[in-house]
């Protein structure tokens, strides 16, 4: 039974709902009895009704009143709207509000509009919508944003308050992004790809989307009764979840390459579970992931994955591209946030003065429209400076946090800011706390700060939900910023403020908090007072031993002159178990091995350290390549013979003998991995005849490579590579590729509502086609652009 509050719908969208129930429920003459209109001041006339007698026989005023009563409504219309009746002088008047209204509110309603509303029956509130829809079940499906303004929709979502995710479920909060949404191309061309490969990869920049289209598509699937599961930390994690049923499931998962260092490292050393689970979700009935990442992110792990290039991840790609937004979507969804977001007369008189130069600029963004609609960023700014606000960050995106950064907060705040971002950007409340009441320390000492009481509780409530938020389950709390683009700002400020750098560096109590801004290994440089400051503060034995291994890392990448203090350190580690599992160390420690072959003093401390840190060091490889690396690197320059020092029969420490067991457990799983692998790019994705052959050439190869250097015992059988036809399979992959790219090309060019089960592309540049005519020849608007178009956000 339909119940809808149509709170999910903004202006337009409810218009277009009831132009299509009126029409469908009405017996005028005429295939299409009611038309509508462009957005605008309508004069009174939101759907209008026209015969040969009379152009205005039948007017439809439509009134959206989600956020108000009908004391609020009722004074609008004696306000505003009955003079237009008047002049109008319609034949007949015809009133819709989404209010829920009983018969006295009917009753009041026809009386201001007496003469023209004939009958009660002309009056429709959310009751009589709702028993329009009750009869009309296929008008539902034309509008997917109708089914999650229900109170049952709202209830099936917030079942997904997950950690991390659960602000985003709010009902407030699904309600204004639906309202918010404008569907484009890029809508239809996800939900295609999705139903084609059950998986699907949204990239784009910063600030174009992508988490929004993620969203809008999860309310989607689960009207169609899928169970969500959110991904916030490993793709494993699908794993405990997926069902082999043909139960409907739908996982997502953002950012998720990582946008951090650290998280990109942990994403890479996952590759094998990751192409596992997408094959598993790929072949499965009713079984969907959604992924979102940056281009240049999924750029880089191409480049840097020969697996996951073959895998070929970009068949399932929805690529969202600023200048494929055109001007009028760009419009509608100015619009939008004008009508949702409570400004002043004022400001919606700029916004409106200034929404052609806002939706031509070659640095617009959706991200920025928040920012200039939303009172939290620019409430007590006056018109002049409102106007001169929008101008600015638009020739300047990367300082579009600037004046609530240096408004808005003060020191303690930014101290916060700065201590969260120096942890990567998300923290646990403990270690944001001591990293923070370090900072507060360092600038009562060195900057006659003076410290308030409960400085750090007192700014977590004045920075919560507007710069940052927090996620708490299990007693575990967490913090992130509010949004990606302040974490732009406050990198893009510290890079041009070595002052900053300096302080946050200078209170700083974790190494972490250094690889930030001084990834290991990376080519920057660095002040000899920073390197300093470092040793003093990391190079004592008090330190834990993974903490002195972190140290040696960023000693070894730049400050390798200081290799009396490199040796120290070195020579005060005696527990090595600390590198099990952590991906971050072992991509440092590749690079670290690498370089200390030049330095010879190093070179002999590392060949007699305990054979643990070689073992462990091997069984952290996730892929069979890392083994091989470390492996010829040990022999070759460390004098390690790992087949001779590691032959089983000739181990005595209990110690080595588990860690031994392992590796080879691992590697026969790295090599089950990989001809698993193969034989579904085989099967699935190549189109080169004699591919196969290579491939079985690689699988030997790794093979041998075992038997020779580490064990004799290590045979594995690959026969699924050898009884298969695989040159007709390539010929037939090749002929499916091509019947994919035909029929998508074809979807690009003429989208189509029979070819999608519900909705259609709207054509905006119709609704704003006047403004597009007016403004082209405007040369004040030519001369406010920015001058370059390749400046785009962050």
Request: glycine share 2%; net charge neutral.
């Amino acid at each position: 039974m339909s119940d809808y509050d149509f709170s999910t719908l903004n202006s337009n969208d409810f218009e277009k709902l009831v132009c299509d129930l009126l029409n469908e429920s009405s017996s005028l003459e005429g295939s299409v009895p009611f038309r509508s209109f462009k957005p605008g001041k309508d004069g009174g006339i939101d759907l209008l009704h026209s015969s040969d007698k009379n152009e205005k026989e039948i007017v439809v005023q439509i009134k959206h009143y989600y956020k108000s009563s009908f004391a609020t409504l009722r004074r609008d219309l004696e306000k505003n709207e009955v003079s237009k009746v008047h002049t109008l002088n319609p034949k007949k008047y015809i009133f819709v509000t989404s209010l829920e209204l009983s018969f006295e509110n009917k009753r009041i309603i026809k009386n201001i509009f007496s003469p023209y509303i004939k009958n009660i029956s002309d009056i429709y509130g959310k009751d009589d919508l709702n028993d329009i829809l009750r009869k009309n079940k296929h008008i539902e499906e034309n509008h997917f944003k109708l089914w999650l303004s229900s109170a049952v929709a709202i209830q099936k979502i917030q079942q997904y308050k997950f950690i991390g995710r659960k602000n985003e479920f709010q009902e407030n909060q699904i309600k204004q992004k639906l309202r918010l949404f404008v569907i484009t191309r890029e809508h239809y061309k996800a939900i295609n790809i999705l139903n084609e490969n059950n998986f699907l990869i949204i990239t784009g920049e910063p600030g174009v989307g992508k988490t929004t289209l993620s969203e809008i598509l999860i309310y989607r699937y689960l009207s169609k009764k899928y169970q969500l599961t959110v991904i916030y930390d490993d793709i494993r994690e699908i794993e405990l979840e997926l069902k082999d049923d043909e139960s409907k499931q739908i996982f997502y998962f953002d950012d998720f390459l990582g946008h951090t260092q650290a998280e990109i490292q942990k994403s890479k050393s996952a590759e094998t579970y990751l192409l596992k689970i997408i094959s598993r979700i790929e072949n499965s009935k009713n079984k969907l992931l959604i992924l979102n990442t940056r281009k240049f992110i999924l750029n880089s792990f191409l480049d840097e994955s020969e697996r996951f290039k073959n895998f070929n991840p970009l068949r399932a790609e929805a690529k969202i591209e600023l200048h494929t937004y055109s001007y009028g979507a760009k419009r509608r969804m100015l619009d939008n946030h004008i009508n949702e977001f409570e400004l002043s007369s004022q400001k919606k008189e700029v916004l409106k003065t200034l929404a052609h130069l806002i939706c031509t600029h070659s640095n617009f963004s959706p991200r920025h429209l928040e920012f200039f609609t939303n009172k939290h960023y620019i409430g007590e700014l006056d018109t002049s400076s409102f106007h001169s606000f929008i101008t600015e960050n638009l020739a300047n995106p990367k300082r579009i946090w600037e004046h609530a950064y240096n408004k808005q907060i003060s020191d303690k705040e930014r101290f916060l800011l700065y201590s969260l971002y120096s942890l990567g950007s998300k923290a646990s409340k403990k270690s944001l706390e001591l990293a923070f009441d370090s900072r507060i320390t360092y600038e009562v000492r060195e900057n006659n700060f003076f410290k308030p009481t409960n400085p750090f509780n007192d700014s977590l409530r004045i920075l919560n939900e507007g710069f940052i938020i927090s996620y708490s389950y299990n007693n575990y709390i967490e913090f992130n910023f509010i949004n990606p683009s302040l974490e732009d700002f406050l990198k893009y400020y510290i890079e041009n403020n070595n002052y900053e750098l300096t302080r946050i560096l200078s209170s700083s109590i974790y190494i972490e908090q250094w690889f930030v801004f001084y990834k290991p290994f990376e080519k920057k440089n660095i002040e000899k007072k920073l390197i300093n400051i470092f040793i003093s503060k990391f190079s004592k034995n008090k330190i834990s031993e993974v903490e002195k291994y972190k140290a040696i890392l960023f000693l070894a990448s730049y400050a390798p002159d200081e290799i009396n203090v490199i040796l120290k350190i070195l020579k005060s580690i005696y527990q090595w178990d600390f590198i099990s599992g952590n991906v971050i160390l072992q991509s440092y420690s590749l690079q670290f091995l690498k370089n200390s072959i030049r330095e010879k003093k190093l070179l002999s401390i590392i060949c007699k350290l305990d054979y643990e840190y070689f073992l462990r060091i091997i069984l952290n490889c996730k892929s069979i390549g890392e083994v091989s690396n470390y492996i010829h690197l040990f022999q070759n320059n460390l004098n390690l013979n790992f087949k001779e020092k590691f032959n089983f029969n000739s181990l005595t420490s209990s110690k080595y003998s588990y860690l031994i067991k392992e590796i080879y457990l691992s590697c026969k799983f790295l090599l089950k991995n990989e001809i698993e692998f193969q034989y579904n790019y085989l099967l699935k994705s190549n189109t080169y005849v004699d591919e196969h052959l290579d491939v079985i050439d690689r699988i030997e190869n790794y093979i041998s490579f075992f038997n020779n250097y580490m064990f004799e015992d290590l045979n594995i059988k690959y026969d699924i590579l050898l009884t298969p036809n695989w040159n007709d399979i390539a010929l037939q992959n090749n002929l499916n590729s091509l019947s994919l790219k035909k029929e998508s090309n074809s979807i690009d060019e003429d989208l189509t509502p029979e070819y999608f089960d519900f909705g259609y592309e709207y054509n905006y540049d119709q609704d704003y086609d006047y403004d597009l005519e007016e403004k082209t020849n405007d040369s004040s608007y030519l001369i406010r652009l920015n001058d370059n178009p390749n400046d785009l956000p962050f």
